[in-house]
Nanobody, 114 residues
């Protein structure tokens, strides 16, 4: 069974940086588009950034210029580099692999607070 595992979350001060990773248990990354989502307490899950098989990217307006999504198909890993973090970025971040049956990771908590 394919699994996705996120890591890299934690507590960071405003203005700080974190890099999230999403690792797949099988070689599925190279044939599917992928994305990062986040869900803050009391809010709906929202798309943060997505990346196609060909490497095209899309970002939510709220993170443009601060976050960078990337992928390493050889390592079955997707990344989210988050810079200039703000308190409103606090959320559980999930990776998603689009496919016949979309796959979700278990999430990693990101808390931005002084």
């Amino acid at each position: 069974q394919v699994q996705l595992v996120e890591s890299g979350g934690g507590l960071v001060q405003p203005g700080g940086s974190l890099r999230l990773s999403c690792v797949g248990s099988k070689s599925i990354f190279s044939i599917n588009n992928m994305a990062w989502y986040r869900q803050a307490p009391g809010k709906e899950r929202e798309l943060v950034a997505s990346i196609t098989v060909g490497g095209s990217t899309l970002y939510a307006d709220s993170v443009k210029g601060r976050f960078t999504i990337s992928r390493d198909n050889a390592k079955d890993t997707m990344y989210l580099q988050m810079n200039s973090l703000k308190p409103e970025d606090t959320a559980v971040y999930y990776c998603k692999v689009y496919g016949t049956v979309p796959l979700w990771g278990q999430g990693t908590q990101v808390t931005v607070s002084s």
